[in-house]
C-alpha cells in the first residue's frame, strides 16, 4: 500500500513539475498576412487585417506544439476596392457565405531550416492537408519574451473552390497564390 501510494505521489509531483509549452498569441499591430497572385500577367498583392493567432510552442517540444489561426475573409485588402469587392464575392471567397478560413496544425516538425507545421486548411468550405514551413525565434523586449514567425507557403486556389463561374480558368487569374506571414507573438 505504501508503495502505490508513493508511485501516486511521484507521479502528481512529475505531472505537476512537467513545462506545458508557452502560449502565444500575435501581437495585430506588429503581424502581417499576405498573399501574392497573378492577374492579367501582373503580379498583385493583398493582406488580410484580421488573422487571429494562437500558438503553445516551445521549440526544445515541438511535438506537443499546437497551432491555430482563423482568417477574416471580409478584413481582405489589396488597395482596390474594386478588386476588394471581386475577390470578396460569391464566385471566389465567397466571403458572406464563408466568413472564415481556419489553419489547425497539431504537429509541428523541424527541418533542416526551422520547422514545418502539418495541419489541416478550411477555406470556402473545403478542408485540405496543407504543410506550412516557417522560422520560430523568441527575444527578450522589456523584460518580456516575445516570438517571431516568418514563414510563407504556395497554394491553388482551385483546390479549395476559390474560382467558380468566370474565375474557374486560369487565364485571366493563375491557379498559385503565394501567402507570406511575419507574426510578432505575444506570450499569454
Do not use: C
Amino acid at each position: 500500500m505504501r508503495r502505490r501510494a508513493l508511485l501516486l505521489l511521484l507521479a502528481l509531483v512529475a505531472l505537476a513539475t512537467a513545462s506545458t509549452p508557452p502560449h502565444y498569441v500575435a501581437d495585430p499591430a506588429k503581424s502581417s498576412l499576405e498573399f501574392t497572385f497573378t492577374q492579367a500577367g501582373a503580379a498583385n498583392k493583398g493582406r488580410f487585417t484580421r488573422f487571429p493567432v494562437s500558438f503553445d510552442f516551445d521549440p526544445a517540444q515541438p511535438g506537443a506544439a499546437r497551432l491555430e489561426v482563423t482568417v477574416e475573409i471580409a478584413s481582405l485588402d489589396t488597395g482596390d476596392a474594386e478588386r476588394d469587392g471581386t475577390l470578396k464575392g460569391e464566385d471566389l471567397f465567397a466571403a458572406a457565405k464563408y466568413p472564415q478560413a481556419h489553419f489547425l496544425a497539431t504537429a509541428i516538425n523541424r527541418t533542416a531550416s526551422g520547422y514545418e507545421a502539418a495541419g489541416k486548411l478550411t477555406l470556402r468550405g473545403v478542408t485540405r492537408e496543407l504543410r506550412v514551413p516557417f522560422s520560430f525565434r523568441t527575444a527578450i523586449e522589456q523584460g518580456t519574451t516575445v516570438g517571431y514567425m516568418t514563414g510563407k507557403v504556395t497554394m491553388r486556389r482551385l483546390d479549395f473552390g476559390v474560382g467558380q463561374g468566370d474565375w474557374k480558368a486560369t487565364d485571366e487569374v493563375g491557379n498559385e497564390v503565394g501567402v507570406a506571414f511575419a507574426l510578432r507573438l505575444l506570450v499569454r
